[in-house]
């Protein structure tokens, strides 16, 4: 069965990867994604400067999924960029991902500008959906501010990016921010990021789970993955073909993976899984995937992609 993908021209051996944040962190953590059956994987959302990022403790697993205020913790974006110089120096037929994620525009602008003037040939996601940074709302709930960035970027930045996304609740959401990305040459979408600003609560102890504000924090897993669904399908019946989506969220199985892709996407990121099994899900991932197609006769991911059914 023929697991591969591509994005603009980028070929990938399958369609798993990590979603950013996830055992993304430390040369170490990337080298055992590298090593995995993973098809490409995502650097760890950089800001200019090394960031510790909140206290601890600041992710807890949750009966279907796990609940984060990592904060951005990260090595700066000059770590990342240059472990992936080297990797494609090594790799030249392995794109990889870079996520950039600045806590204002003028510093989104200065890495995107250190970007292009690197020898950097992969791809570059803008995270515009950090949930757990205090007093730094998520940029993709702002639409005239994300058409701004978008207009920024896109003035001088010509290498291939796309944007990582927040959940949408409303119809009326996809149309606005489908109508501002199709302004721009995109080549991907991402969704989602996860659940913004969720809580739960110890029945032992009454108490929150995570230690950051209050207890608030980005929510993965099982939970999302209606939501993500709804996201990645809403987004491919309104962005310009030409920009694929990247599915990212709920997957816990093969199937999983499949109705992402039924739903419209070109790659499949895995988060919350991925941190609770580490990169060997990738194996399993792919084996399931792989089953899941073959019991209905398909044996590539265009088969399939996009074909979600609706009832007449
Ligand atoms: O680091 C984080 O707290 C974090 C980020 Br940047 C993000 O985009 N999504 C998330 O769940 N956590």
């Known amino acids: 069965t023929d697991l591969r993908t591509s994005i603009d021209g980028f070929k990938f051996d399958n369609v798993f990867m990590n979603a950013s944040g996830v055992r993304c962190y430390t040369e170490q953590e990337l080298d055992e994604l590298v090593q995995s059956d993973a098809g490409t994987l ?3 959302s950089a800001t200019q400067a090394k960031r510790l990022g909140n206290p601890s403790p600041r992710y807890a697993r949750l009966e279907l999924g796990s609940i984060n205020s990592m904060g951005l913790p990260n090595e700066g ?9 080297n990797f494609q120096k090594a790799h030249p037929d392995q794109p990889i991902f870079i996520s950039v994620a600045g806590l204002s525009m003028e510093e989104n602008l200065a890495m995107a500008h250190t970007i292009e003037d690197s020898d950097f040939n992969g791809l570059v996601e803008f995270n ?8 730094k709302p998520q940029t993709g709930y702002d639409f005239d501010r994300t058409q701004e960035v978008l207009t920024n970027l896109f003035s001088f930045f010509t290498k291939p990016a796309g944007v990582k996304l927040p959940p949408y609740f409303d119809l009326a959401q996809f149309d606005q921010m489908a109508a501002i990305l199709n302004q721009f040459p995109l080549k991907f979408v991402n969704s989602i990021n996860s659940l913004g600003n969720g809580l739960m609560i110890d029945p032992e102890t009454d108490t ?3 230690k950051p504000k209050g207890g608030f924090g980005g929510v993965g897993g099982a939970y999302a993955k209606p939501i993500a669904l709804a996201n990645v399908r809403a987004f491919a019946q309104r962005l310009n073909p030409q920009i694929q989506i990247i599915g990212t969220g709920g997957i816990t199985n093969g199937r999983d993976a499949y109705d992402l892709i039924l739903a419209g996407a070109s790659l499949v990121q895995v988060g919350t899984l991925l941190q609770e099994e580490g990169p060997a899900v990738f194996t399993r991932l792919k084996r399931e995937l792989a089953a899941v197609m073959q019991t209905k006769g398909y044996t590539q991911i265009s088969d399939f992609k996009g074909q979600l059914k609706t009832l007449s």
């Open 128 to 135: 515009l959906s950090c949930p757990n940074v205090p007093g």
């Open 208 to 210: 929150v789970l995570i």
């Open 77 to 85: 974006l000059d770590y990342y960029l240059n472990y992936a110089l």
């Open 42 to 44: 995502v650097t760890k």
